[in-house]
């Protein structure tokens, strides 16, 4: 009886065990029963992944799950479902750790009960933001015989979380979703092909329709834009004789880029050489250094980019690039696939718009060859006709302004002794501008080493900041420019620029290249009115300096007759207004002791003025100081500024000034100045040097008056004294008042 009774316990037993046994596989199945239905009705990968994973945080007692499938090429995994108690992560990809590996080598589950065995597999490297684990399932999916991803379960509280029957219904799970998810993936791979397919068709059909070469470019860059996750794409050709890239389309964040031509970096050779594709998904800084890339003024650096190469025949002719800048991995597979496909199908389309493109420009340069023969030979007739100098540079520069699309136009010639340019022809906007000479900045000194242009079509501020650029006085900033050299023997005399203020890009090839005929045909027809105004000019300063002597020799006669220091005042000043075209004349003399001026003749337009000393201002002293005149030709206003100059009461604000010292040994006594209150760039350099002149030689006979006035005065004063003595003595009257 007792071992019926303990028979019967036993079966009791084994009953128990299987029916819990049978209901937990019932429980399992319907587990996978509603996992399988959902998957069946949901083929996006990204929400299959997202439903298992919320499934399975639902079933175990696991704070953390992992859904994570791996790409055998690049030996790393990518996280598509990653949550740890409660909150999700999105983490980029990583290499393969020595537990990944066994996980696809052995195909096999992965179960660590304890921190040590967590600890020995998996190092003490964690997620970024997670816990370390202290047990935890990986269990692979297998699709032919090839594992492509897994699931894990981690608990980071406690040891031996996970039950055998965990693991069973895990591993049920794992088998249950590798199909759907293959079958998702096929699917979606089919649908992105056929996708694929319908962009490259359209493409196809727009290249077929189009043969403007830069319309091709802008059509499948805009179309590249619309498809693929990227905030700049890149179409750029080959130039293999100049080793140069040649940028069509780039645009960035929506903002379109127009980059000069540049030499091939070592990318691009690389492109050249192995016409494969180059990836960079990740560390992009260190790449772009190896490869010798530089960012394009303006652009950011990516952190992702793919760039594939154009092939014509075996001869790379281009790449198209994409470029993320926000994230590292932006670009998959089938990205690269998609615009390698692309890549492929514009080939032929942009050689056959290039070769259109190429006849058709040959055809438009023999026709505007001819336009610009016709313009060279008026030009040259205009040339022919006119020896005057200015006339020649007004010629021409009216000329140019018909012909191109500029605001501005400039001709200007270089003082290599002084380092200074001229502004012979300025004109903006249709407003003729009449500027002072300046000293060269480094654009002028590039333009007279190198003797080659300057292009500076687009990012004007940095060129400005390169070249220490300043607007002329009265003008508008450039966006675009060109300077053109003029050349004579082997040295630049001159240089012409065409300047567009309102757009970049302004100006073509074919407009660079017509100003260089033009600049090369005016070189030698300049020169040879500049030799004949030299010549002229030379002429007229023999001239102008015998007229200058009788001048001077008319003053230098009249201060040898006259030893009153006011009447030579006025004999100089009244000299002085009849020479010069100046409505104001000034002469002061300094009493150095007081720091005051004296006004010894002061005249404006015709009115004889009789003003107070006054103190010493900032220009005053610069001329005590430096001993050197002062030419203030325009910018009054700023001259009256920095130097504290105020008017004399009475007078008017002039808008040209000059100011020259009267030297006696190693000492300014006085000045002389001119005056003109109607006009800027009033005075000229032979009025500088006559007036210095005159200054020359009245600094001498002015000392000989003043000491002559001083002798006489003194002599008056002992004379005055000694008669003052007399008739105190007379008068009984002491001589000094007594000491109190």
Known sequence: MVKDAFRIAELEKMLAERTAELIQQSEELSVINSVQEALVKEMDMQAIYDLVGNRIQELFDAQAVIIATFDHEASTENFHYTIENGERFYLNPRPLDKLRQHLIQTKQKMVLNTSEETLEWLGMEVLPGTKFMKSGVFVPLITKQKVTSYISLQNVDKEFAFSDSDIRLLETLAN????????????????????ELAVINSVQDALAKEMDIQAIYDLVGNRVRDLFDAQVVGI???????????????????????PVPRPLNTLRKHLI?????????????VVADAFGMKRIPGTESPKSAVYVPMMVGEKVTGNISLQNIDRENAISDSDVRLLETLANSMSVALENARLFDETTRLLKETEQQKAELGVINSVQEGLAKEL?????????????????????????????????EHFKYLIEDGQRFYLASRPYDRLRQHLIITKQKIVINSNYEEAYAQFGLKTLPGTNPTKSGVFVPLIIGDKVNSYISLQNMLTENAFSESDVRLLETLANSMSVALENARLFDETNRLLKETEQRTAELAVINSVQGGLARELDMKAIYDLVGNKIRDVFDAQGVIIASFDHETGTERFNYLFEKGERFYAEPRRYDKLRY????????????SNMAEAFTEFGLKVVSGTEMPKSILYVPLIVGNKVTSYVSLQNADKENAFSESDVRLLETLANSMSVALENARLFDETNRLLKETEQGKAELAFRKGRNIPSRPPTL
């Open 176 to 195: 249950s979703m590798s199909t759907a998810l293959e079958n998702a993936r096929l699917l979606k791979e089919t649908e992105q092909r056929t996708a």
């Open 236 to 258: 750029a050709t080959f130039d293999h004789k100049t080793e140069t890239e040649h940028i069509h389309y780039l645009i960035e964040k929506g903002e379109r880029y127009y």
């Open 273 to 285: 050489q192995t016409k494969e594709k180059v990836l960079i998904n990740k560390n992009f800084d």
């Open 388 to 420: 005057n100098m200015q006339a020649i540079y007004d010629l021409v520069g009216d000329r140019i302004r018909e012909l191109f699309n500029a605001q501005a136009v400039m001709i200007v010639t270089f003082d290599h002794e002084t380092a200074t």
């Open 622 to 633: 610069q001329l005590i100081m430096t001993k050197q005149k002062i030419l203030i030709n």
